[in-house]
Every structure is written in C-alpha cells, then in structure tokens.
C-alpha cells in the first residue's frame, strides 16, 4: 500500500503534491554473497514478499555486479528510492508562508488547564500561539519538548548507528541490501548524487548498528573490509570517508527493540486537557501512515482543517537544512 501512496503523490495524484521531488530508482535491490543463496532464495519465495520481488537475470544485472567475480544472487524489489533533499524542498515548498523557525533562545512551552501554549518573542513582536493541538514530530527532539511540558507519557528510545559516507567519481549508483546471515543486512547501500559529478555511497545495515560501539577508525576500516569481501572488483583507492554517528528516534519499545510502524498518541501530562501529540514515523516510508494516524486522532476530538489565512508571526521561515555528505565533504548536493 505504501509504494502505491508514494507513486501517486509522486505523480501530483496523493493527497499531497510531490511532483518536485525526485525519483532516485524505480526498484531497490537485495543481493547475497554465493554461500547463503539458497536461504535468501526460500526467504524470498515466503509469502512476506512474494509478488514483489523478481530474480535479476545474469544478462539484466545493474553495471555494478556485471564481474566475473560476482557468484551470487540478485533480486530486485518492488519499491522506489526518492531523494531526500528534494522531497523535503517540495514539502516546503507546498507550505510556503505556514512554516516558521522558532527562535529558542526567547521561546518557550507552557502548559496549564488550557493546553500548552508557545510564547516568544519581545516587545511588539511579542506572541503567543496557543492552537487546537500541536503535533510533535522532531525526532529525537521530541524528548526535550515532552520533557518541557511535564509529559508521562509516551516514551522515546534512541537506537544509535555509525553510518559510513564514501564519496567515488565511479559510475556506478546503487540501491540495496547485502542479505546475509542475521536478521539485519550484512550491508545497506543508497547512492546521492553531488553537485561535481561525483557521488556519495551512504552505507548502512549490520555494519553501522556494530558501528555504534566502535570508534570511528574502526568503523571505516570496517566498511573497508565489507566492501572488499563483497565487491572486490572495485577500487575505492581513490574514494574519501567520513562517519556519521546517528541516533534513531522512535517510541519505547520492550527491550528497545526495533518498532515496525509508526507511531502516535496523545501525550499525558499534568493537565487533564493537554494537547500534544508525540509523532514518530519509525522510517520515511511510513511517514503516510503516520499522517492517517494524526489525522484520526485529531478527528477524534474534532479537530478540523478550519483552511483559515496563515497567523502573521514575527519569525522568519526556515533553512532546511544541508545533506550530511554536504557537511562532510563541503560538495553541495546536485540540484533535482
């Protein structure tokens, strides 16, 4: 269901206009190294996936696997890659003049039997913003915003990786997962494209969440040695490297383990009329779902689109923000 909401959307046919955003692959691929092919392939057969993945013919494999050296097998999933940055400039740009930066330093939260509220601001640009109910969706800020509120409930988890970024002037982009013998991708790979023709590997799976209790040199000497085992065909001798240290933000779950949909509910505080609600999407993919979960929650206490003329505030619109590959290798992301 979701890739078939995404494509809408994609195609200015959803709920919500994505025609600016860009595609970055039709099909997303997993792939097994010689020795576990078998499994991967009654796994693959299972009723989880059937009708969504095919087995990519030896004379159809992506330029990347087209090497002798390449005894494994490769399956291509029903599903697409949308590249970020774009997409975010494409929901700011459908909101034009309804988003604002809050300035932190004179702003803040208050909650009493009214709901909570922000105030900011001084003087004649002094404000006060007190609406029908917020919805907290920032990650892993959620945490300090339910805090400032006296929020008991829900609780959030941070799960952390080290993601390792490898910019290449090699042609080859890719999409996909290295299945291997645990439940979590030996390898995750996403390609980015760069403004100077060059591109950024994002890699991820078994190799970053082992990456969070590693130092960074041993992280990259890790990625390294994956990369070599996996595809020793290709030369990263020229590449550049970099490690992201990130936490995923998500709700409590029983031995913090991984949640499988989004998740959002009323947050409990002090005041019997608070109105708060704690989003996470868990994954992008899932952010439609977690839209339709908001959307009853406020349907359930009556809160309607009142398509009511953007507030004027005193605040200006904000940045978004740049790639982590942008910050690491100072090479801005190509244009959509």
């Known amino acids: 269901e979701m890739p078939d909401h995404w494509r809408a959307c994609l195609r200015g046919e959803g709920d919500v206009d994505l025609r600016n955003a860009r595609v970055l692959s039709e099909h997303f691929y997993m792939w097994s190294t010689a020795g576990i092919g078998s499994r991967l392939g009654g796994f693959l057969a299972s009723k989880v996936v059937r009708g969504r993945v095919d087995s990519v013919p030896k004379n159809e494999l992506p330029a990347l696997f087209q090497h002798p050296g390449f005894r494994g097998k490769l399956y291509k999933l029903v599903d697409m890659v949308v590249d970020t940055p774009s997409l975010v400039r494409a929901l700011a740009d459908n909101m034009k003049g309804r988003l604002f930066a809050i300035d932190w330093t004179t702003a803040r939260l208050t909650n009493d039997q009214g709901g909570t509220r922000l105030t900011g601001g001084h003087g004649e640009d002094?404000?006060?913003?007190?609406?029908?109910?917020?919805?907290?969706?920032?990650?892993?800020?959620?945490?300090?915003?339910l805090e400032s509120i006296g929020a008991s409930s829900p609780h959030m988890q941070r799960r952390p990786l080290k993601q390792v970024m490898v910019r290449h002037h090699l042609p080859h982009r890719f999409y996909g997962h290295c299945l291997g013998a645990e439940t979590t991708p030996?390898?995750?790979i996403s390609s980015h494209p760069l403004a100077d023709g060059s591109q950024v590997w994002y890699l991820g799976g078994s190799l970053a969440e082992k990456g969070?209790?590693?130092?960074?040199?041993?992280?990259?000497?890790?990625?390294?040695q994956e990369l070599k085992e996996l595809m020793p065909w290709v030369d990263f001798s020229n590449a550049q490297w970099s490690v992201l240290a990130v936490d995923r933000?998500?709700?409590?779950?029983?031995?913090?383990?991984?949640?499988?949909?989004?998740?959002?509910?009323?947050?409990?505080?002090?005041?019997?009329?608070?109105?708060?609600?704690?989003?996470?999407?868990?994954?992008?993919?899932?952010?439609?779902?977690?839209?339709?979960?908001?959307a009853?929650?406020?349907?359930?206490?009556?809160?309607?689109?009142?398509?009511?003329?953007?507030?004027?505030?005193?605040?200006?619109?904000?940045?978004?923000?740049?790639?982590?590959?942008?910050?690491?290798?100072g090479v801005p992301h190509a244009a959509a």
């Open 249 to 294: 933000a998500e709700p409590r779950q029983r031995n913090v383990a991984r949640p499988d949909q989004s998740f959002a509910e009323w947050a409990n505080t002090r005041q019997q009329a608070d109105n708060v609600i704690a989003a996470w999407p868990t994954k992008l993919t899932l952010a439609p779902n977690l839209a339709r979960s908001v």
């Open 126 to 145: 002094a404000f006060t913003l007190a609406p029908g109910a917020w919805v907290f969706s920032a990650g892993k800020g959620n945490e300090s915003l």
């Open 296 to 329: 009853t929650l406020l349907a359930g206490r009556a809160i309607v689109p009142s398509h009511q003329p953007a507030p004027t505030l005193p605040l200006a619109p904000p940045a978004i923000a740049p790639t982590p590959w942008e910050t690491a290798f």
């Open 212 to 224: 969070a209790g590693q130092s960074d040199g041993e992280v990259l000497n890790a990625a390294r």
């Open 186 to 188: 030996r390898l995750t």
